[in-house]
């Protein structure tokens, strides 16, 4: 008999509950008759407290009400107290995960701690870097580069394999307490499993902690204090783990510089717009019919939605295409592309040498978003 707790946070989330139940009961028809599963809903949200009475033949439910809001690691550490399952899943309250999730999990978790299954993020499968996945069971990967796992719903893991540290301690910023457990259970010599198949689904939206700059570096300082504090890593494996984190933050310095860059580049448009000069005009009176968007960013994004009506967008060029969800196609920089009158770059760093690479490629014309709105603007 094998049992198993799903541990999920919930932040005035009511509404994802019954489809949560949904999907751990479809899990449960992949299972042994003897195995059982309970979920329990720990409500993080106190002035917004669960009351409906779910109802389930197949599972067991447990709603927990919070005093006061602890964040999203306090409430992942009152649900793992409260649970009495021999396996746990940290599950997100938006998450997704197939029904032979937990049969598949168990299958290739063999005798090790927890196992990692592959997964989707945007819509696309996230692990498709050569050699990333196959390292994500290496202490030496974790501590020179990177958790890459994208969220706790991915892990299945043994209840015993959860260290005191991580329930001990919990975290004041959100967004990093699932890399503070990763970090902890490799120092520990915890092993992981991988699971090839694609069972969990990332959904990312504008309050997920993990896609805010600022927030994720001072859930990353608080980890690093707490690593620290409780010397968890030898001298050499910290050092490593220093490494890898002042480069990360280097380039999330740099991140933000270009953040910063595209916002002033949106901003002067939009004022263009607002006295009625727009690109579609610019384009139309330079005889364009077709065109293709080079960056999926969030000025490619802004140019699609104002050109889709007025001129035939055929494709969008952009580095990381097997990870984008658009709704044209999405060609990488190596992949042959279709026909079009001409390419325009969104980019605000390297578009001047991009514009030159496919002018190169493909001797069709090439024009820069950027160019033209500090051009037209002046």
């Known amino acids: ?31 042994d008759k003897e195995d059982s599963l309970e979920v329990l809903f720990v409500n993080d949200a106190p002035d917004a407290p669960i009351t409906c009475d779910w109802q389930s033949r197949t599972i067991r439910l447990i709603i927990l009400n919070t005093d006061k809001n602890a964040g999203i690691h306090g409430a992942r550490v009152k649900g793992f107290k409260k649970c009495h399952g021999d396996y746990v899943l940290f599950f997100d309250q938006d998450d997704k995960i197939c029904p032979e999730y937990f049969h598949s999990q168990l299958l290739s978790l063999g005798e090790n701690d927890a196992v990692i299954c592959k997964a989707l993020n945007a819509g696309k499968e996230y692990y498709t870097n050569d050699g990333v996945f196959e390292n994500m069971a290496s202490k030496e990967f974790v501590l020179r580069k990177w958790n890459r796992i994208v969220s706790p719903g991915q892990v299945l893991m043994r209840r015993s394999a959860v260290p005191d ?39 990312s939206h504008s ?31 910290f050092q490593l783990l220093m490494e890898g984190f002042f480069l990360r933050n280097l380039v999330r310095v740099r991140e933000m510089h270009r953040i910063k860059r595209k916002m002033d580049i949106l901003d002067r448009w939009m004022k263009l717009r607002e ?4 690109y579609s005009e610019y384009l139309r009176a330079a005889g364009i ?56 770059v969104t980019l605000v760093e390297g578009e001047e040498k991009a514009a030159e690479d496919i002018k190169e490629r493909t001797h069709k014309k090439v024009l820069v978003l950027k160019d033209w709105i500090m051009k037209t603007e002046l």
């Open 207 to 237: 309050r997920n902690a993990s896609d805010n700059l600022e927030c994720m570096a001072q859930s990353e300082h608080e980890v690093m204090r707490i690593v620290q504090k409780e010397r968890i890593f030898n001298e050499r494996d």
């Open 289 to 344: 019919q077709s065109a293709a968007i080079c960056g999926c960013g969030i000025l490619g994004e802004h140019l699609y939605s104002e050109l889709k009506l007025q001129v035939d967008i055929k494709f969008f060029i952009d580095r990381n295409a097997g990870e984008m969800n658009m709704e044209i196609p999405v060609y990488t920089w190596e992949e042959p592309w279709p026909e079009a009158d001409c390419i325009i």
């Open 275 to 278: 006295r009625h000069v727009e």
């Open 165 to 203: 540290v991580w329930t001990e301690h919990i975290m004041e910023y959100n967004g990093a307490d699932d890399w503070l457990l990763w970090l902890c259970m490799l120092a520990e010599g915890c092993r992981f499993s991988l699971n090839e198949q694609v069972l969990y689904e990332h959904i």
């Open 1 to 31: 008999m094998r049992s198993i707790s799903v541990i999920v946070p919930v932040y005035y989330g009511e509404k994802y509950i019954p489809d949560i139940i949904q999907q751990i009961e479809d899990c449960r028809k992949y299972l």
